[in-house]
Structure formats: structure tokens, C-alpha cells
């Protein structure tokens, strides 16, 4: 296992690569973009620059966002400040980083396709456009869709969401979110350097008909879309079957980030995934106490206890979200009313933003201050009817 071969030089591939040749091993990355950009990438959480403080840490152009504006039919919006900010990269920029410091470890970059892997012996033989190459291991990092269909996750239409957008050139402070009727998913309005990325992400619904839900919404909102560079991807959205029959790792080979199907099912979010999943498989990988036969269920084992039983538990909770009621009216709307006159519902989201609310715990927190939460909403409803006494909750 002397060579490792890592198939894609997205976050995930290019920061397993990093970690194993900076630890000594010969590391190879297979890429034939090496840096792209997409409609929806490019934002980390504080539950990832506070793991990895080296994604805020350096001089990559970058936004640092305090302030997000949530808002749902029926119930206008709100503007939250952020307690722990959002990080919004160019996904090409941040991509690019993420390269150079796998390249600076010591992992040589080979921008080429990876057409067919076959295992032979207890090694694999991978063929390019260029040649033919042997590896001891591999590390799946070949994104959503994957094209070597015997390694990686499996999945079906229902374990997918669509992700399209536009990048616009214009500038905000501050992120827009916008929760639509009958919707499993969002609009966005991401600020990054030197232009917006706007753009929807969906579930169970045809791509064209999110396109037409989002360009209404820039024209209602003044955002110029005609003319503007268009961008559309598939993500991986794993339902609760999907999660069960997973296939993260085989014979030689363990899969992380898109590859892995390791996106968060409500919100869409997949770099900390990529990244975290990264970490764990060039773990596994070093790990000389786990025989080669022995490191597919290692690392299962280590990403059910880090991460995918609370993402499995999110899939459960993804439709609910988006397209139950409450109180008479849909869950988003409640929320948005909940942020503007709780400030304990308030500290929940802001958690459910920074990465650091888990959803396995999530209803647990909800009943313990749901007294608290609805004398805050009785209080801010009376106060608000007389100007006089009105509290602002900021």
C-alpha cells in the first residue's frame, strides 16, 4: 500500500491527499479539471473553520458574513446577526487552496480522467487518458456523479436534489434565504468577492421547474438573471434507504465527500462532510492497527460515530421540515415568525447554522424550551401591539 491513488481533486480528494502525503505516503491525485466552480459551493460553516482553523487562517479571497435575512411565505422576512459567521469562498478559489496544500505535502496532481479501476492481486489498475497506473489504495473523492460505478455510493432519483443558480455581478453584507410553498429546499442569495451567487436548491421537483422558481424570484427581487452566467449540479440527498444501503468502502478502497453521499438532506451542505470525511479515511488509511481487509468497516464504523447517523436521522427529518404544518401554517413560516420573537428559538437556528446543533438532538432542546419559547412569543406579541413598550430583538 506504498502508493495511494486518490480519484478526484475536489475539497475532499485534495484534503485526503494532503493528510497522506504530508504522513510520508506516496499519493497521486487524478483530476481532470483540478479546480472548478459551482452555483452553491464555497460556503463553510464555523463547525468546519473551527476544525480546520487553517480555512479562515490564510489570505485566499474570501467573505466573512455576520448577517442572513430568512424569509417564507406568509410570514416576511427576519435579519439575523450571526454570532459565528459563514465563511464564502469561490468554490474555485477555495478548490484551488485546498491543491496547493496538498502539493505542497508532497502529493503529486495528474490532470487526467480516470476512465476504469479494476483490482487485481491486492492492488489496483487505473486507467487514464495518459496511461495505465498501479496503487496499493484508493480514495473515491470522484463527486456526485461518479463515473466508476463499482466503487462509491449507489444511489437512486430519490437519493439526489437538484442544485442551479447564476452568478451575478453585483455585491450585499449579508446572505438571503427564502423558503417557497411546497418545496423540499431553498433559494439563496450568497455574497461572495466580486459577485452573487444566486440560485435554488430542490428536491422532487424537475430542474426546469426550479429554475422557473428561481428566476421569478430574482425578478420580484430586482436581480438581474438575463444575461448572467448559469450554472446547474446534482446532489447527492440520500433518503433514509439510501443512507442504510450506503456503500462508503469496499476492498481497497474508501469513498469520502459527494462520492460517499455525505451531504446534509435539509440543508445541502457537503464541504464539512468532504472535508471531515477526508480526515477520517486518511486515518483509517495510516492506521497500521487495521489490517487492509479491516479498514472498510473501520471507517464506517468511524463515520456513523462522527457524523452519518445524524445525517441518516436529518433524512428522516428533511420533509417535515419543508412541507409539514404547524400551528396552521407551514414549518419554514412558523420558523421565520419564531426567529423574529423568540430569542431561544433564535439561539437553536443559529446553532442549526454554525454546524454545532446536532439533529439527533435537536427535539430534545426544542421541548426543553418550548415553555420559554412561547411565553417569549406571547410577551413579544403583546409588548409589539403598543409602539410604546415594542422590544427589538437583535
Known sequence: ????????????????????????????????????????????????????????????????????????????????????PLLIYSRHDLNRMLLERAEHAGAQLEKTRVLEIARSGGRWLLKTRHGSVEAGYCIVATGARNPLRNVGTEWTAADTMSALGYYVPSSQDHIDLQFLPNLEGYIWVFPRCGHLSVGICGKGEPAQFLRARLERYMDEKGIAWRGASFYSHMLPSLASAGWRRNRVAGDGWLAVGDAAGLVDPITGEGLYYALRSADLASQVVLNEAHAGTEKAQAYRNLLDHDFAADLEFSATLAQHVFLDRFLFDAIPARMVQLVRRSPRFRDVVQDLIAGTQPYLGLKARLLENLAGTLYEVLINFLLQRNPEYRVELS
Not at 44 to 51: G, M, V
Request: glycine share 10%.
Open 1 to 84: 500500500m506504498k502508493r495511494i491513488a486518490v480519484l478526484g481533486g475536489g475539497p475532499a480528494g485534495a484534503f485526503a491527499a494532503e493528510r497522506l502525503a504530508r504522513a510520508g505516503l506516496e499519493t497521486l491525485v487524478f483530476d481532470e479539471k483540478l479546480a472548478w466552480e459551482k452555483p452553491c459551493g464555497g460556503g463553510l460553516t464555523y463547525k468546519a473553520y473551527h476544525e480546520y482553523p487553517f480555512l479562515i487562517e490564510n489570505d485566499v479571497p474570501k467573505k466573512i458574513v455576520t448577517d442572513t435575512r430568512l424569509a417564507a411565505h406568509r410570514a416576511g422576512a427576519v435579519r439575523m446577526r450571526l454570532t459565528r
